[in-house]
Each structure stands twice: as structure tokens, then as C-alpha cells.
């Protein structure tokens, strides 16, 4: 799918997939390799995208075969894999399959991408559990440092640069006997909500939705004070989840002057609301227009009310000389005397931003001939 190509094509110029299906209802196991490669295309002047693939079918203990039109057309499918792909036979190619059981998939994405340095884009080195962004500036490299010293804030802190630390928060529940794993240690899952202190929960329904009795139709929402809080770090947002994975980390809708908000961190899993193609958004919808507004008065109400509670701000000038006036109280006011958002009208906030997707990396990005396995 788009998926698989863009997201493989982002990281390397090259990918080989290796897969192998188990056989059911009578069917004998398959096997098959298919090869999506830019230098290939690119070096061959093919306009079109070409995937070239070889299949192959278990007769009892062998391997054959597997023809879908001629054996001319299997047999010139090889040659191109094994001209492209890091591996120099078909001995080799089939060798991969050994890192496989019964049945699954491997990739193996090569000629990574590196930056106007020489530099691969993706760091391998600073953690050997790990795969990161590479911290070209100072301010990531103390992003991390900040990390370390507040935990409860360290996802919110590294989700953009740490693949482990994303996937420890890819999906809201994990389920029996599911693991990720990556580069030989497994990723600890992490609840968000774990990280929260004076947690309050909600139930959002659609108006639309509002006799429906799945469960899908609604909402459960947890807001709290992330624990580091006290420390004036700038952590808020709503992480928002589709059918158990994170579409929207840490999603910042109420963009509030001075400090107000700060420290709020909400959860949800909304599955009414139709994630974009890319997974890294929703549609546009009314749908999400009204869960937006909600969400936004969530996090207002939760605030004003838990003053008390709330050390991530500090006192504001109030015009009188030598007095000043707490921003809770004073935006409480206000906020008080201003009608209770309505959720079921659309909300007038932006229309989400999603970078645009290109089937390539730019032209003049320069790949390696490091291979990832």
C-alpha cells in the first residue's frame, strides 16, 4: 500500500521484503520476494514504478517455482532482484527465509538516506537499543538531557526523536502475546496515564451517536497533571487514539497565551473519527470539529477548577504597582463569564496540517550502503 511505500522510501532508497504464508484450507505454503527499489529505477530510466517478484510454492519438502505467467518473465524477475539487492545469488535470497518460522514477513530497508553532511539522517549510535533522529542541533541534544532528569515527561519529551520511546506509546492497550521488538531488546509499553496525578475522566458522545449503544460511539477522555508539572516544563496535549493506535500525540489544541494549560495531558481512544491515510492525522469532519471544541473545554474546565493543584505557572503582572494576581484566577473569571462551549457546533479552529507525501526522497539526497535488517 502508500503506506509501505512512503514510509520505506523516507528511510532508504532500497527495500526487499521476504514473506512467507503458511498454507490453509488444502493450500500449499508460499514464499515470496519482491524488491522496491529507487536506484534500480532510477539507473534503468523507468517512468513507471516496477516492483519485480519471484514466488515460490512447497511440493512436500521442495521449493518450486511458483509461476503467475511465464518462466521467462519469473526468470528476468530474479536477475533484477539479484542485481539490486545486497545479496549475489538465489541461494542467498532464499536463505533469508531462515529467519522466519512457519510464517511472517521480513524487510530489510538498505542505502539509507544521510543529510548535507555524509551523515546517515537516522542515528544508530547514541543508544544501542535504539534507533533516533540524529541531534544535529543543541536544542535536541537538550531535549534529551531534560528527559532523563523529568520521567514523567519523557515520552512527551523524545516521542520525535526515539523510535522506542514512540512505539512505547503506539498503542493503548497491548494485547496477549504481542511484542515489539527492535534492535534485540523488547519495548516496554507505557500507559500516559500513568504519568498523570489528580486524574479526572470523562465520557464524550457525538450528538449523532448519542442513542447508539457501541461502545465506539463514544469516548472515554482522562485528563490530568503530568508529575513533573512543578517544573515548568511546557507538556500538554491530548493523546488520541483510532481502534488502539496513536494517531495524535500530544495533540495541542488549546494554544492559550502565557502559561495557561500547561501540564494538562489528556487520553482518549476516538474511534467515530476517521484517521487521514498516513495515520498521522483524522479528516477533517464535524465530527472532529465538535470533538475538538469538547476537548478544549475538557482541558479549560479541568484547569480553572484544579487550581489548587496547579504549580506550572507563575504570577502575572495585574497593572498595580507592587501587587500581582494569580493567571488562574483571573482567566477563571473569564472564562466563567463566557457561555459553556457547545461540542455539538462545528469549531472554527485551523484545518489540521499534514506534510505532503511524495513517493521519493529529494533528488539531491545522497544514500548510504549501510543495511538494516
Known sequence: GNGFKTSSMRLGADVIVFSRFRGKYGLSTTQSIGLLSFTFLQNTGKEDIIVPIVDYEKTGETWNKRLKSSDECWQRNLETVVQWS?????EELVGQFNFLEDQGTRIVIYNLWE?????????????????????GNRDDKKLMTIANDHPSSRRFLT????????ASILYRRIPPGFSIILRGKEVEYHDIVDDLIHPQKHVYKPVACASSKDPNMSAAVTLGFIKDAGHHIDVQGFNVYHKNRLIRPFWRLWNASGSDGRGVIGVLEANFV??????????????LSRLEARLIHLQKTYWFSNSTHNTTSAPKWNGK???????VVRERNRFEAQPAVNHNTSSSSSPLRVAPESMFPPQDAQPSNMLVK
Open 274 to 287: 476517521e484517521p487521514a491515510h498516513d495515520k498521522q492525522g483524522f479528516e477533517r469532519t464535524t465530527a
Open 115 to 135: 543529510d548535507d553532511e555524509g551523515l546517515l539522517e537516522l542515528d544508530f549510535e547514541a543508544d544501542q537499543n535504539d534507533i533516533q533522529t540524529r541531534a
Open 86 to 90: 545486497p545479496y549475489d545469488s538465489e
Open 321 to 327: 504597582k507592587g501587587q500581582k494576581s494569580s493567571p
Open 159 to 166: 516521542y520525535r526523536h526515539s523510535l522506542r520511546s514512540y
